[in-house]
Nanobody, 117 residues
Framework: QVQLVESGGGLVQTGGSLRLSCAAS????????MGWFRQAPGKEREFVAS????????YYADFVKGRFTISRDNAKNTVYLQMNSLKPEDTAVYYC??????????WGQGTQVTVSS
């Protein structure tokens, strides 16, 4: 199993920035990719960004391209999500996940991001 602990959420004004962190522990060698989903009230969970562990390839949802950046620190088994130019519609609970091939993915507990207008 892989345990994920997120941090960095909070309240920010429109146009502001936040950086989310997700620290992985446990059987991290089984991780193929890590990334972020988000879920706003009354909406389904949606993909935000991810990074392949083997080659560092990154993927983004269209609605965050140019504003959010995913990065990692291999030594700390941590993935980050730098969020700039935040909008009220970015308000959601952000969940970190670890993709583990044929194994079930691991999920963090979520961190709240609130963008005020």
């Amino acid at each position: 199993q892989v345990q994920l602990v997120e941090s960095g959420g909070g309240l920010v004004q429109t146009g502001g920035s936040l950086r989310l962190s997700c620290a992985a522990s446990g059987r991290t060698f089984s991780t193929h990719a890590m990334g972020w989903f988000r879920q706003a009230p009354g909406k389904e969970r949606e993909f935000v960004a991810s990074m392949r562990w083997a080659n560092g390839d990154t993927y983004y949802a269209d609605f965050v391209k140019g504003r959010f950046t995913i990065s990692r620190d291999n030594a700390k088994n941590t993935v980050y999500l730098q969020m700039n130019s935040l909008k009220p519609e970015d308000t959601a609970v952000y969940y970190c996940y670890a993709e583990r091939g044929i194994l079930a993915p691991s999920w963090g507990q979520g961190t709240q991001v609130t963008v005020s207008s």
